[in-house]
């Protein structure tokens, strides 16, 4: 099933769409993490801001799951979702995602910020920056897949 409408990776940049405002709907609804969270109060600022600047009302529909935030946009019921690693995983169709319904997904990044990592050590561990971290044993965890397979990612970085 090809993905109908863009998703961004993180959040949508006023900045992106500041030169075709003329063209902007009405009303908007966006999928984003749940109420309380990080990601539903950057989804509520950027909403705001769209009122304010463009007249453009924007609903947003939180959930606390990859899925959650991927359905309605799927199924149409919603214009853009904020996400984060899912949109990765969906995208290649791993994890959450390996089944024919749901990936591979045709996806577009609207717009994003920069991610960060942070690795948590002792403080007599004498790790300064991740090269530092080479040949040092590390604690894995089972219960996120997507963690893990982020942390994966950035351990070649230790050389």
Do not use: C, H
Not at 21 to 47: H, N
Request: hydrophobic residues 45%; proline residues 5%.
């Amino acid at each position: 099933m090809i993905l109908r409408s863009i998703l961004t990776t993180t959040v949508l940049g006023l900045g992106t769409l500041a030169a075709s405002a003329q063209e902007l709907p009405k009303t908007m609804i966006w999928t984003a993490y749940d109420v309380g969270s990080a990601g539903y109060a950057e989804a509520s600022a950027i909403a705001d801001a769209f009122g304010k600047q463009f007249g453009t009302k924007v609903r947003i529909q939180p959930s606390g799951t990859a899925i959650g935030r991927l359905q309605p946009v799927l199924q149409g019921r919603a214009d853009y979702g904020f996400l984060a690693t899912e949109s990765f995983f969906v995208a290649e169709g791993d994890f959450d995602f390996a089944t024919p319904e749901w990936g591979p997904q045709n996806l577009r990044a609207v717009a994003g910020r920069p991610a960060s990592f942070a690795m948590v050590t002792a403080a007599d561990a004498g790790i300064e920056e991740i090269a530092d971290a080479k040949g040092k044993r590390a604690a894995s965890w089972s219960a996120i897949p997507r963690s893990i397979s982020n942390a994966r990612r950035s351990w070649p970085l230790a050389g």
